[in-house]
């Protein structure tokens, strides 16, 4: 009885209001739309007109009250996708699984035995620092044999044990800066800011109390460390006059060979990469700022080799100091890393030893059935041809740059949560290809078996397709809450933590999906209308940037939009801009793409105590009513401009769009239905 009280309430109100009602028969009561029209009700103030205020409409009574709506709240979404794969990682391991998910398990579970690795000391690094090159010279003192050592062998010998190699050179894979289809190894001296600000000689006591750990006798040592702060001050003016180059040349090994002698190149890139790539004097190779790579190779020539090995045994402790002992960390880490709980590292040192990640692979497998995926995939692929027949009437941009964005649309790469090979039963086989034999599974032998395969892995991408390659650096966080557009790898990616099930349920009806998923997803497609994706073709490759005439009348656009928001937004400037044409194209495109499914498939049930259309209920779905939205987005702006972001986004989607005021019946020039709109697409 009440529930009919309440419908001819509602359907009295929404009348006087302007809004379409529809009669109580052909509703969905199924229990995932009783839920979502429960949810709508707390959330929906029926006291305002939508058409003066919507934001206030869909959000006033949710925004009075102290509930959270756990729905689209990115905190909650990744704090269950944290719990969810911290539990596959602290499942028993099983007989029967795949040998790279018992590594990741092992992994995991060894770096949270904190009183292992404290049993087992320094013994580990110590026995490796003596296969590399003799020992630590400041703690071998006297005994310490410079013919043990050799700057190029400990190099291969830290790359053969799986400890981080690239002290003074570092090999990695790019694209080619001639063909970004084309992958090429990359030569060039290690590059990190932090280093380039860091004073070793300010550490003093620090190491002095390292090598004490290590047992040395500090009497006698301080013209040696200052060597070593010496070599270190020339290695970190390196770094600080990096210039940072966007590309660089490509040589042949030969060629390069020939003009720096005092390394065998081919046999170093071939020690490197071992043992799946196979360099030859043939091939191109990028080499990072030739002159620096001269100026390092002819520091080393004239630095003894115990101080060479001293630095090198050194910054191999920078890096290990966070899996060692918890005297050592307290040593070398910053007060920040030391008070990181230990299971948030744990978890993250586990993700990053294993690209692509085997538990990351299992979490997906488990929330994203192939069904699912494929209704995702559906709605993306729908949402890319709509993009694309709605360009076809752009009128701002000029012929060459609308035929790159529609290059670029139609050869659009899509991965839903992670790419469809990874769902082959057999995936994880291909992952498996260098995992060395270790005689005893301590935390560091683990982790060292774990960092050789995944190098080994990294290098065989030159070898691979450009969506393996592009993609694989997407997923060292499971976390990731936002679907992204890379304008550079022409990819898209709608990520596991976005559709798990309290964000994405496929029983419910389309037009909350496409109001709330597909309009996140519009939103990045957008992104091929930014002014920054005018540098790169379909393959990624640098081009000039879009004409004149298209800058011009893109400006022209935004300020349009600036005017149709002025009234409404409290920004201290502009660099949200983008995050509302974001909005506004993709609400349109979500829209859009709604009514075209509605054609094929038919016009859906409304929700049931809810008098409002599918179209009206799309409008409502779109809006995000979290008051923490940018919570757990990149720190990209000031705190103060987000300041009521989710209202003006609003606003801006509904004042640009003439279908909100037809769906609502608004009378023409009321606060959301103006009577002109900004084109964009």
Request: hydrophobic share 35%; glycine share 4%; with cysteine.
């Amino acid at each position: 009885m009440a529930l009919v009280v309440f419908s001819v309430l509602l359907i009295i109100f929404g009348a006087q209001r302007g809004i379409t009602v529809l009669a109580g028969t052909n509703s969905c009561n199924s229990p995932t739309c009783v839920r979502e029209s429960t949810r709508l009700i707390q959330q929906i103030d029926w006291n305002v007109n939508p058409c003066e205020d919507f934001y206030e409409f869909a959000c006033g009574k949710y925004l009075r009250s102290n509930k959270v709506d756990e729905t689209f709240n990115p905190a909650t979404l990744i704090e269950q996708t944290e719990k969810d794969i911290l539990d596959l990682y602290n499942e028993p391991t099983k007989q029967n699984e795949h040998v790279l998910v018992k590594s990741a398990k092992k992994l995991f579970k060894a770096c949270m035995n904190t009183q292992a690795i404290e049993e087992d000391g320094l013994k580990t690094i110590k026995e490796v620092f003596k296969a590399v090159g003799g020992g630590w010279p400041l703690v071998e003192g006297s005994n310490w044999d410079e013919t043990k050592f050799d700057w190029i062998q400990a190099t291969y010998k830290l790359r053969e044990l799986g400890y981080p190699f690239a002290v003074f050179f570092d090999v990695q894979v790019n694209g080619d800066p001639r063909d970004k289809t084309n992958t090429l190894l990359e030569i060039r001296i290690p590059f990190k800011l932090d280093e380039a600000l860091d004073v070793l000689s300010d550490r003093d006591n620090d190491i002095k109390n390292v090598l004490k750990a290590f047992g040395a006798r500090l009497d006698g040592i301080s013209q040696e460390l200052q060597n070593m702060y010496q070599f270190s001050e020339e290695m970190k003016r390196q770094i600080s006059e990096h210039r940072g180059l966007t590309a660089y040349p490509t040589y042949k090994v030969s060629a390069i060979q020939t003009q720096l002698q005092s390394i065998n190149w081919l046999e170093f890139l071939n020690k490197i990469t071992r043992p799946k790539i196979s360099v030859i004097p043939d091939n191109y190779i990028i080499f990072v700022e030739e002159y620096s790579i001269r100026e390092r190779l002819e520091i080393l020539s004239r630095t003894p080799k115990r101080t060479q090995a001293n630095y090198m045994f050194w910054k191999l402790i920078e890096h290990m100091a966070p899996y060692l002992t918890s005297e050592l960390r307290n040593y070398v880490l910053s007060d920040e890393e030391k008070e990181e709980p230990r299971t948030k590292f744990c978890l993250k040192t586990a993700q990053e030893k294993f690209i692509p990640n085997p538990i990351n692979i299992l979490y997906a497998k488990k929330f994203l059935p192939m069904e699912k995926r494929n209704i995702i995939r559906q709605l993306v692929l729908n949402m890319r041809n709509e993009f694309l027949e709605n360009f076809e009437n752009v009128q701002w941009m000029a012929t060459v740059d609308k035929k790159n964005v529609e290059d670029k649309a139609n050869a659009l790469s899509v991965i839903i949560g992670e790419p469809e090979s990874y769902f082959n039963e057999r995936i994880f086989d291909e992952f498996i290809i260098d995992m060395m034999t270790i005689n005893k599974e301590n935390f560091l032998n683990i982790l060292a078996q774990a960092n050789r395969n995944r190098l080994t892995y990294m290098y065989t991408k030159i070898n691979k397709s450009r969506l393996e390659r592009s993609s694989d650096s997407w997923y060292a966080d499971p976390k990731w809450y936002t679907t992204i557009y890379s304008a550079k790898d022409n990819l898209l990616r709608v990520p596991t933590t976005q559709i798990q099930d309290k964000a994405f349920d496929q029983n419910k009806p389309y037009y909350l999906t496409y109001g709330s998923v597909g309009k996140r997803i519009g939103e990045q497609m957008s992104a091929l209308l930014k002014l920054s994706s005018g540098y790169y073709d379909k393959d990624g490759n640098d081009i000039d940037g879009w004409s004149r005439p298209t800058v011009t009348n893109f400006r022209n656009g935004s300020e349009c939009i600036i005017r149709t928001i002025d009234r409404y937004r409290q920004f201290t400037f502009d660099a949200l801009l983008f995050e509302l044409e974001a909005n506004i194209v993709g609400t349109k495109l979500a829209y859009e793409t709604y009514k075209a499914w509605v054609k094929i498939h038919g016009q859906e049930l409304r929700l049931s105590s809810l008098s409002y259309t599918p179209n009206q209920l799309f409008w409502i779905s779109t809006v995000v009513c979290n008051r923490d939205e940018f919570t757990t987005r990149p720190p990209r702006f000031p705190a103060l401009d987000l300041r009521n972001f989710s209202r003006v986004s609003t606003y801006a989607a509904v004042r640009n769009n003439p279908d909100f005021g037809k769906d609502f019946s608004c009378k023409d020039d009321t606060a959301m239905n103006p009577p002109y709109r900004c084109p964009l697409l």
